[in-house]
C-alpha cells in the first residue's frame, strides 16, 4: 500500500481515504495497483511497437535510397543500350554492312546540291556510234521488185542502208609453238641448239596475259578459285586446276617483292598518309588487315594483332615523319609523327549525339566543320595553298566557343558508389573533350590543304577487301592472305597511276612490275 502511494504521489497525484473502510482501501488500493499494472504493460508494448516502426522505417528508407540507386543506373543502362541500338552506319563507324535488313533513310554527310539528278540540260551524251571500218561486212542483195516482180539482178545498188551490231568473238586460247633449232658442227661436231625467250622454259606452259586474267579476276573481282576455274573454261575455253590458279598467284607474289619494299620507302618519305585497320578472317581466327594510302600508293599488311606491335612490324610508321591521317585510334599517337583526325568519323559521332542526347551543340560543330571544308574548297579551286590568317582566326575562336557553350549543355553523370579509376562521363562530354584536347589534329585540313577532311583513302582501300572476305569467307593460310593482299594492293597502286590493270598484272608475270616514280 505504502509502495502504491508512493508511486501515485510520484505520478502528482493524490489518494483521499478519509473515511473509507480497511476493506474499501485494499480494494480501491489493489484496483489502483492493477490498472497500473495494465498501463505500465502497454506502454512498455506501445514502446516496442514503436521501436519496431522506427527500425522498418530506417530499413524502408535504406530500401529506398538502393532503389533509387539501383532505377538510375538501369535508366542509365537502358539509356546506354538505346543509344547502342540506335547506331547505324550514318551515325557511327559501323560498317552498312552491319545495318541488316531495316536500313537507315540515306543521310548523306555531302551538301544537297541544287541541280536535279541526272542528265544536265546541254550535257555532252554518250551513245553507242558506229564506226567507219567494221571487221565484218555483211551485204543483203535485192533480187525481185516487191511491187511488179521485176528482177533486180542486174540493177546496180544506188544507196545501203548500214546497220551495225557489236559482239565478241569466240574466245579461245592461241597456241604459239616455239621451235629451237638444233645443229651439229661440221668441224667439231658440238650439237648447237637456239635459245628460247626468256620465260619459256617448260614443255607446256600458260603465257603471262592468261595468268595476268586469272589473277586480275581473282584479285580485283574477287572471284573465287572455284568459281574462277569454271569461268576460265566457260568463257576461255581454258579451265584450270585450283592448284594451277594457286602456283600462279604465288608466282606474282613472288614477283612483286621488289615493288613492296619500293612502295613501303615512298610512304615513308609521303608527307601526308592514310591509315586504317580492319578485321581479317584468316585460319578461322581474327587477324587485322593493315592499310596505308596516299593518292598514288596503296599497302596492305596482316598481323595477328592490332596495335603498335603490329605496326612496329609492318615498318612504315616507326619511319614515318610526316603527317598521319587516322580515326582516332590510340596506338597511333605512339608513334611521333604529325597527325590528323578523320572529320566524317567526327561527324557521325556528332550526328549520334544530336540524335540520341539532343545535343544542339553536336549539330553546331558538325556545321563548323563542313563550313570550314566548304571554304578550303574554294580556296583551293582558285589555286590557293592556305586560307588567310583572319580566316584562320575566325574559325578558330567559333570552334572553341561552340564547345566552350557544349560543355555547359552536356549533363553531368552522377557517380554511385566509390569506383576506382577515372570517373565516368557522359558520351557527349567525352567526344567535347577529345575535340578539346586534339583541336590541332582535328582543323589539321584547314592548315594545310595537303592534309584531307576524312580518312576515306584508307577506308575505301580496305573496303573491297571486306567484300572478299564476305564472299570467299576466311583465308585458308597465313600466306594465301598475304598473297592476295600484296597483289590487291598492286592493283590499286596501278589504278591510281592511270594504268590498265591487266596489263600491269601482264607485266608481273614477264618479270617487270610497274614500280611507281621509276
Known sequence: MRVVKKKMQAKGRTLNLKGMSSEQKDVLIFT???????????????????????????????????????????????KTLEGQL??????????????????????????????????????AGKTLLQVETPDVVVNYGVDICENCLASLADVAANDHERRQEFDLPEI????????????????????????????????????????????????????????????????????????????????????????????????????????????????????????????????????????????????????????AIHDHWKPYFQFKCKHGLCNTHHSRELIYQEEQYSEKWAEKMKGCLFEIKQEVEVYKAAGKLKLPAKRLRYFEKKYDKILKAGIKEIPVVHQTGKKKGKLKQHPAKNLADRLIAFKAETLAFMYDFMVPFTNNL????????????????????????????????????????????????TDVFKGTPFIPGT
Open 458 to 505: 584508307a577506308e575505301q582501300a580496305i573496303r573491297m577487301n571486306k567484300v572478299k572476305q564476305k564472299i570467299s569467307g576466311c583465308f585458308r593460310s597465313f600466306t594465301g592472305a598475304q598473297m592476295f593482299l600484296r597483289i590487291r594492293g598492286y592493283i590499286s597502286t596501278a589504278r591510281k597511276n592511270g594504268l590498265n590493270p591487266l596489263d600491269s598484272l
Open 172 to 323: 579461245k586460247p592461241i597456241v604459239t609453238e616455239h621451235c629451237a633449232e638444233i645443229k651439229n658442227c661440221r668441224i667439231c661436231g658440238l650439237k648447237n641448239k637456239g635459245k628460247f625467250p626468256e620465260g619459256i622454259t617448260q614443255a607446256v606452259q600458260y603465257g603471262p596475259r592468261l595468268k595476268a586474267t586469272a589473277s586480275y579476276m581473282n584479285h580485283y573481282q574477287l572471284i573465287p578459285y572455284g568459281r574462277l576455274a569454271e569461268m576460265l573454261g566457260d568463257i576461255f575455253k581454258c579451265p584450270l586446276s585450283e592448284g594451277t590458279l594457286f602456283n600462279i598467284h604465288k608466282t606474282a607474289y613472288e614477283n612483286l617483292e621488289e615493288y613492296e619494299a619500293e612502295v613501303k620507302q615512298q610512304l615513308i618519305r609521303s608527307p601526308v598518309a592514310n591509315f586504317d585497320e580492319s578485321g581479317l578472317r584468316v585460319l578461322k581466327e581474327l587477324y587485322w588487315l593493315h592499310a596505308v594510302s596516299t593518292s598514288t600508293l596503296t599497302h596492305y599488311e596482316v598481323h595477328k594483332k592490332r596495335g603498335v606491335e603490329a605496326m612496329k612490324a609492318i615498318g612504315i610508321l616507326p619511319h614515318f615523319k610526316g603527317r
Open 86 to 123: 540506335s547506331k547505324n552506319s550514318t551515325n557511327s563507324s559501323k560498317p552498312p554492312s552491319s545495318d541488316g535488313l531495316k536500313k537507315p533513310k540515306p543521310k548523306s554527310l555531302r551538301e544537297k546540291g541544287t541541280r536535279k539528278t541526272g542528265g544536265q540540260n546541254g550535257h
Open 32 to 78: 489502483l495497483w492493477e490498472q497500473n499494472q495494465q498501463t505500465q504493460t502497454a506502454l512498455q508494448k506501445s514502446l516496442k511497437v514503436q521501436e519496431e516502426i522506427r527500425k522498418e522505417l530506417q530499413q524502408l528508407a535504406a530500401e529506398n535510397v538502393f532503389l533509387r540507386q539501383e532505377l538510375h543506373k538501369a535508366l542509365e543502362r537502358i
